[in-house]
């Protein structure tokens, strides 16, 4: 009898910490904020993917292409996004908006876009604070790694190649403003019910290595264009006020705390597949760092041993001075192929000096004799 009861009082404890378990699991991957169920990064790459602003929009408002999961009036249903555009000389600014109801739509967020000289474009996501909580800035970058150590830093990519930037920064070009509405969808969209946070959120995940969020605005000028015509939702507002008062006492660094924690404990981003492209090779990642990075593709090749003498003979800057990208200039690596080390060294600097001939051992023992 004691036995039994000693077993009873096991299997009891066992099922209070499991559920205790489901229940910690269950609000880590719950979506804190409305933000959370419509991606940022994976908007971007939608943008990256399009030619033009009107094709932009049907993939948002595509199923398949798993960025929009927001229902923020509480219907059922996933919320229409149109894509509306403004312009002033240089500077473009796409507004993502939900159509929430007859009367009411809302800013998800406001994609910034500056064309530069020589060449060269910058390109900026905001996601609303009524949605993310905070005023959320996310950029395209890569990582530049040195070889000796684990220090990484971001480098902002120039998305001048982007079929969409070339587009727009056409002859024939003119703005795009979406005239879907409530009571006007176009033909082929068909709304669907948004699925669980945790499955959407493992959608985007892993390109947050090619997307990093940027503590300021680097295209001021946007505001100015975008402000005066910001819409905001009453319904939005109700529904989510408490969550975003709580998100923000929670998270005081903004999205860039919130993210950062999310990552770390996900086990499914600490081992990120290599195969987040789909197979496919950038063409588009031309960097804009203050010195520019070459990242010209070098076939690989063995490097002889060097004996002790030999090293201690090479400078540190040749042994150290390497960089590490985790792409070609032209596109992303996956991680499953071998890095490319590229140097960043004047001509001439460290290449070995001429060694000159030593006298035989003859020679020597003539020489000592001689003495």
Sequence with gaps: ??????????LLGAVLMASSALVAFGQQYEAEVPGDNFSLEGALELFRKSSTPEEFERLLNTPDSKVNNLDLNGDGYIDYIRVLS?????????????????????DIAV???????????????????????VTTIIEPTREVR??????????????WSWPIVQY????????????????????????????????????WIPYYRYYSVCPTPRIVYAHTIYHPHRRTSVIVHRRYNTQIVH???????????YRNGRTRNDNRYSNPSGNVDNGRRRTDLQSTPSREVRTSVTPARQVPQRSLSEQRNVPDRVRTGRVLTPDDGNGRTPQSQSPTLNREQPDGFGQRAPEKPRPSNTQRTQTRRAL
Excluded: C
Excluded at 111 to 133: C, F, H, M, V
Excluded at 149 to 159: E, K, L, S
């Design 1 to 10: 009898m004691v036995m039994k009861n000693s077993g009873l009082k096991w």
């Design 86 to 106: 403004r312009q002033d000389k240089n500077v473009h600014i796409f507004v993502l908006q939900a159509v929430i109801s007859e009367t009411e739509e809302q």
């Design 111 to 133: 994609i910034s876009l500056e064309k530069l000289a020589n060449g060269k474009a910058i390109l900026q996501i905001t996601g609303d604070e009524d949605i993310y909580g």
């Design 146 to 159: 040195t070889y000796a150590g684990t220090y990484a830093t971001p480098v902002v990519v120039n998305v």
């Design 168 to 203: 727009v920064y056409g002859p024939h070009y003119t703005v795009w403003v979406s005239h879907w509405g409530w009571h006007r969808r176009p033909h082929w969209w068909r709304p669907w019910r948004p699925i669980y946070y945790y499955d959407y959120y493992s959608y």
């Design 247 to 257: 998100y923000r006492s929670k998270y005081p660094g903004g999205y860039a705390d």
